[in-house]
């Protein structure tokens, strides 16, 4: 075998063809960025039945804890949004071009606002951007970079005054693409964050094509920040 046949053999492997594409994937940030402003979208579970089934158990749990406010910490296009029945709520993004999408959907709507985020330039100590209930639908296994994660899972429930909602594979399985990593966040929250407990917690049943769990985390007892003036 000459010395280029050896070379494309072991190029058209499954490991090289997975580290090829991670060299090639730019960042999360990049990547979503790209994505949107080529005319991509959220992606299917953010559309159809998997987004009605979402939403349908997101408002549920919005409407039997009495959640007043929302901040959804990974809006997207907007698509989840248009099927969510939510009193008060506000959007970040790290893509501009997301954002600009629900800016002009909602134009209309006077309860949803919208922020670009950009992680490496943000700081909220005083507690101005804190919801009721802090939302993260399919973004956590989208962070690819470990330093990404763990800034964005403290600023979920530094957001969050009473429930967090978290979205995303609960498991450490390899994933499909170099756009996606699967963690258990069950166990981060655990060790991190142990002041919040699961309250609740649904799978998608047959016929809802998600890979994901969803849990609803409640600031325990032992921690009782419950309004802006006790922020940390
Ligand atoms: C699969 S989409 C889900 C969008 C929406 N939550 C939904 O369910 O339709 C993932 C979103 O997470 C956003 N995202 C990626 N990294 C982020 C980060 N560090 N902070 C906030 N959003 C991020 C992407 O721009 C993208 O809009």
């Given at each position: 075998m000459s010395v280029r046949s050896a070379l494309s053999t072991v190029a058209a492997t499954p490991v090289a063809v997975r580290v090829r594409r991670r060299l090639l994937f730019?960042?999360?940030?990049?990547?979503?960025?790209?994505?949107?402003?080529?005319?991509?979208?959220?992606?299917?579970?953010?559309?159809?039945?998997?987004?009605?089934?979402?939403?349908?158990?997101?408002?549920?749990?919005?409407?039997?804890?009495?959640?007043?406010?929302?901040?959804?910490?990974?809006?997207?296009?907007?698509?989840?949004?248009?099927?969510?029945?939510?009193?008060?709520?506000?959007?970040?993004?790290?893509?501009?071009?997301?954002?600009?999408?629900?800016?002009?959907?909602?134009?209309?709507?006077?309860?949803?606002?919208?922020?670009?985020?950009?992680?490496?330039?943000?700081?909220?100590?005083?507690?101005?951007?804190?919801?009721?209930?802090?939302l993260s639908l399919e973004v956590v296994f989208h962070l690819v970079e470990d330093e990404i994660f763990e800034g964005y899972m403290h600023r979920l429930f530094d957001s969050a005054r009473r429930f967090v909602v978290i979205g995303s594979y609960d498991t450490e399985t390899p994933a499909p693409a170099p756009h996606e990593r699967h963690r258990c966040f069950t166990g981060w929250v655990a060790r991190n964050r142990p002041e919040w407990v699961v309250e609740d917690r649904a799978d998608p049943p047959a016929g809802v094509d998600l890979g994901s769990t969803f849990v609803l985390f409640r600031r325990s007892a032992q921690d009782p920040v419950s309004s802006p003036s006790t922020s940390r």
């Amino acid at each position: 075998m000459s010395v280029r046949s050896a070379l494309s053999t072991v190029a058209a492997t499954p490991v090289a063809v997975r580290v090829r594409r991670r060299l090639l994937f730019g960042g999360t940030a990049r990547y979503w960025e790209n994505r949107y402003s080529r005319g991509g979208n959220s992606g299917a579970g953010s559309y159809g039945a998997q987004a009605r089934w979402k939403a349908d158990l997101v408002n549920r749990w919005v409407r039997i804890h009495g959640v007043e406010s929302v901040i959804d910490l990974g809006c997207g296009d907007g698509s989840q949004l248009s099927f969510a029945d939510y009193p008060s709520y506000l959007g970040l993004d790290v893509s501009p071009a997301a954002v600009r999408a629900c800016v002009d959907r909602f134009r209309d709507d006077p309860g949803k606002s919208f922020l670009c985020y950009d992680p490496a330039a943000f700081d909220d100590s005083a507690g101005w951007l804190r919801a009721d209930l802090a939302l993260s639908l399919e973004v956590v296994f989208h962070l690819v970079e470990d330093e990404i994660f763990e800034g964005y899972m403290h600023r979920l429930f530094d957001s969050a005054r009473r429930f967090v909602v978290i979205g995303s594979y609960d498991t450490e399985t390899p994933a499909p693409a170099p756009h996606e990593r699967h963690r258990c966040f069950t166990g981060w929250v655990a060790r991190n964050r142990p002041e919040w407990v699961v309250e609740d917690r649904a799978d998608p049943p047959a016929g809802v094509d998600l890979g994901s769990t969803f849990v609803l985390f409640r600031r325990s007892a032992q921690d009782p920040v419950s309004s802006p003036s006790t922020s940390r």
